[in-house]
């Protein structure tokens, strides 16, 4: 089939890859011209496990294409995906400009029948007003369909071949049609098409975000309490993620929920219970929750230092919002590094992949380590943010040896407090027992 997808980030390259590895032959666009040329030129433009290969393989047997040129780009193509950014509006809303303005093109080069397919996390009623823009100027046969994308980051290729499920809002019988054959060599083993009505289709992506979100701060919650009640939330994790009902995954807590989807998609449902007048109680009580818990490291290293951090030398391990990824959007290390600096401590920082994504926001403020040992070099304490494996088991006698002090605030809980207090370190977890070293004089 010949595929076009419109946008060419973290969702549309790996949407674009994926469909080519299938057979498809693909087009993607992107405004971005640079991106665009490094793309054509064989360089992958994000950090994403497995996509380098696939990408290649691709490129070189010319099933993936990209273009600027979104006219060009969508020739002869029978579907078009949409997998544009939908940012927050100041209002907390979805902003639809970049997807709507793509409608609105496309309606004025449309010369035949396709498919329209938002990939795009949007709100309920966007369907609809994709087909109202493209309709505007076109007045031939389309359907717009609302697919939303699942995948994660860091296992983004993985889930898009081997999708828990597909979500289709369609009501079109021949777009059905198209789909079931699109989506055939990726629900192989079984996993369920789910198809819908476009408003539902829509609303489910914000839900699942939504409820993963829930997780995530009541964990937080549970967490604090912890904290405050001398219990231990892995004890308490393990104890109810053994319930089926309940579930193992997602009940990690930590610094916050960050990234690019977690905060704005939550943000934008409560924005679209407000518009019906209906108040969503649990999830404003989630972004709450989630603020105080991105405060709450620093508030620990505050209290360490008897909220004097003036002069102290920070080493921060992991930049980006989750392992696996370069992306750096809403990450809480950023939120940490800020807070540090503004009360007048120094930042030495390492991440695996995302120090350029980083230093090309924050620039010289922070010094960038070459590896995760090199950040230590001079530092009071370090700092983990993000739960890279390679954290998970590092040479602790050269941590040891190399911190001006043996403190570590871990906002992932990757070490047991028991180990780490016999290994010498004062060391500070979330939602678990503080073992207390005497005091470093
Ligand atoms: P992104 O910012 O990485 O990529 C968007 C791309 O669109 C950019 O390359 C940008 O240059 C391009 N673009 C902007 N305007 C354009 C235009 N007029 N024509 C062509 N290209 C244009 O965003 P993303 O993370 O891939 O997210 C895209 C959508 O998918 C969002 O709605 C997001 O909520 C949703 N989503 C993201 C993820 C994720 O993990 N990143 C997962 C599921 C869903």
New binding site residues.
């Given amino acids: 089939m010949k595929i076009t997808v419109?946008?060419?980030?973290?969702?549309?390259l790996v949407t674009g890859t994926c469909l080519a590895e299938t057979g498809n032959v693909v087009t993607c666009?992107?405004?971005?011209e640079r991106?665009v040329n490094k793309l054509k030129n064989g360089q992958v433009t994000i950090y994403e496990p497995g996509l380098e290969k696939l990408f290649e393989r691709n490129l070189k047997e010319e099933r993936l294409f990209f273009t600027t040129d979104?006219e060009e780009g969508i020739k002869d193509a029978a579907i078009i995906f949409l997998?544009?950014?939908?940012p927050p509006g100041e209002d907390g809303s979805a902003d639809l400009k970049?997807v709507l303005?793509?409608a609105e093109h496309l309606g004025k080069i449309l010369t035949d029948y396709k498919v329209i397919i938002d990939?795009?996390?949007?709100p309920v009623g966007t369907a609809e007003k994709v087909h109202a823009a493209i309709a505007k100027n076109y007045a031939g046969e389309f359907d717009v369909v609302s697919n939303?994308?699942?995948?994660?980051?860091g296992v983004?290729v993985d889930d898009f071949m081997k999708p828990d499920r597909v979500v289709i809002g369609t009501t079109s019988e021949r777009a059905k049609k198209l789909l079931t054959e699109l989506y055939g060599p990726y629900v192989r083993q079984g996993n369920p098409i789910i198809f819908m009505d476009e408003r539902s289709a829509e609303l489910t992506k914000y839900a699942a975000n939504s409820f993963l979100a829930t997780k995530i701060s009541f964990m937080n919650e549970i967490a604090q309490l912890c904290e405050r009640l001398g219990a231990d939330v892995d004890m308490v994790r393990r104890g109810i993620g053994s319930d089926d009902r309940i579930g193992k995954r997602f009940l990690f807590p930590g610094i916050g929920y960050g990234g690019?989807?977690f905060p704005?998609?939550v943000q934008a449902l409560v924005h679209s219970s407000n518009e019906v007048s209906y108040e969503f109680k649990i999830l404003n009580a989630v972004m709450d929750v989630n603020e105080t818990q991105k405060k709450h490291l620093v508030s620990r290293i505050n209290n360490h230092y008897e909220g004097n951090l003036q002069g102290k030398h920070f080493a921060v391990w992991g930049l980006a919002f989750k392992p696996n990824t370069d992306d750096i959007r809403e990450a809480p290390a950023l939120e940490i590094i800020n807070s540090l600096l503004a009360a007048g401590a120094t930042v030495s920082a390492f991440d695996p992949e995302a120090m350029p994504n980083v230093k090309a926001i924050v620039g010289d403020k922070i010094n960038f380590a070459e590896t995760q040992y090199d950040a230590l070099e001079g530092a009071d304490a370090l700092i983990i943010a993000t739960e890279w494996n390679e954290f998970r088991t590092p040479d602790f006698d050269k941590v040891l040896a190399t911190l001006k002090e043996p403190v570590i605030f871990d906002g992932r809980n990757l070490f047991e407090v028991p180990a780490m207090f016999e290994k010498g370190f004062h060391y500070e977890s979330i939602g678990r027992p503080l073992i207390q070293l005497p005091k470093i004089v």
Wanted: a negative charge; charged letters at 25%; aromatic letters at 8%.
């Fill in positions: 419109v946008g060419t980030g973290y969702v549309g666009v992107d405004i971005d991106k979104l997998a544009l950014p939908t970049y303005g793509v990939k795009s996390t949007v939303p994308e699942f995948l994660r980051e983004a690019s989807c704005k998609d």
